[in-house]
């Protein structure tokens, strides 16, 4: 899940002209409340978790 929303993260940034930026907004998944490609059946403490990890690797505190 985290995986996903660091992709979500870089083609909510991208070209809204690429075929990466409408493929995933005609899918839906660069809708605020979208965890991932499908609804997973995650907690809410799962889903929040996702969220702080993509942020900490977004910013480069984790995977150096």
Same mark, same amino acid.
């Given at each position: 899940?985290?995986?996903? /929303? %660091?992709?979500?993260?870089?083609?909510?940034?991208?070209? *809204?002209?690429? !075929?990466?930026?409408?493929?995933?907004?005609?899918? +839906?998944? %660069?809708? &605020?409340?979208?965890? $991932? $490609? !499908?609804? *997973? &059946?995650? +907690?809410? =403490? &799962?889903? +929040? %978790?996702?969220? =702080? =990890?993509? &942020? /900490?690797?977004? %910013? +480069?505190?984790?995977?150096?």
């Amino acid at each position: 899940m985290a995986q996903f /929303l %660091l992709q979500k993260a870089a083609y909510s940034k991208a070209n *809204p002209e690429s !075929c990466d930026y409408r493929y995933w907004k005609d899918r +839906g998944w %660069l809708e &605020k409340r979208t965890y $991932y $490609y !499908c609804d *997973p &059946k995650a +907690g809410a =403490v &799962k889903k +929040g %978790l996702a969220v =702080v =990890v993509s &942020k /900490l690797i977004s %910013l +480069g505190f984790i995977g150096r």
